[in-house]
């Protein structure tokens, strides 16, 4: 393993120590001060508009579940479901989600109208 692949190892943990408030910080930037890394002094607060995983496609799909819409109409829904995000990046993020769960299979598009491939057939939620 290189030792910059270590360093960042460690840059990450401490990270992850701060934020989430977790015991170990003398370990780590004893590890670090051996290793002659200057750990910053100060950590950036997280991003309050981070993706979780799964959480956009269970949104569009949620939105879909409701009737066929536009693009426009997805993102206004997911838009009231995640105020925090600007409407630049949940109109990108709407439109990747769409993108990945066609390709899926999950869905499909008809002119400007996205459906969920499940209303098609409802006793397959079930």
Do not use: F
Not at 19 to 36: I, N, P, S, W
Not at 57 to 63: D, K, W
Not at 105 to 125: F, N
Request: net charge positive; charged share 30%; aromatic share 4%.
């Amino acid at each position: 393993m290189q030792d910059r692949t270590i360093d960042n190892a460690l840059l990450a943990l401490r990270k992850q120590i701060i934020r989430d408030d977790l015991g170990g910080m003398d370990h780590v930037e004893a590890l670090l001060q051996m290793r002659g890394v200057d750990a910053p002094r100060v950590m950036p607060p997280k991003r309050k508009d981070v993706a979780r995983r799964g959480h956009m496609t269970a949104l569009v799909l949620r939105a879909l579940g409701e009737g066929g819409k536009t693009l426009r109409e997805v993102v206004s829904y997911v838009c009231q479901n995640r105020p925090e995000l600007p409407y630049t990046a949940s109109y990108k993020r709407t439109g990747q989600a769409l993108a990945n769960l066609k390709k899926r299979g999950l869905v499909r598009r008809e002119g400007r109208v996205w459906l969920s491939k499940a209303a098609d057939h409802p006793a397959a939620t079930t």
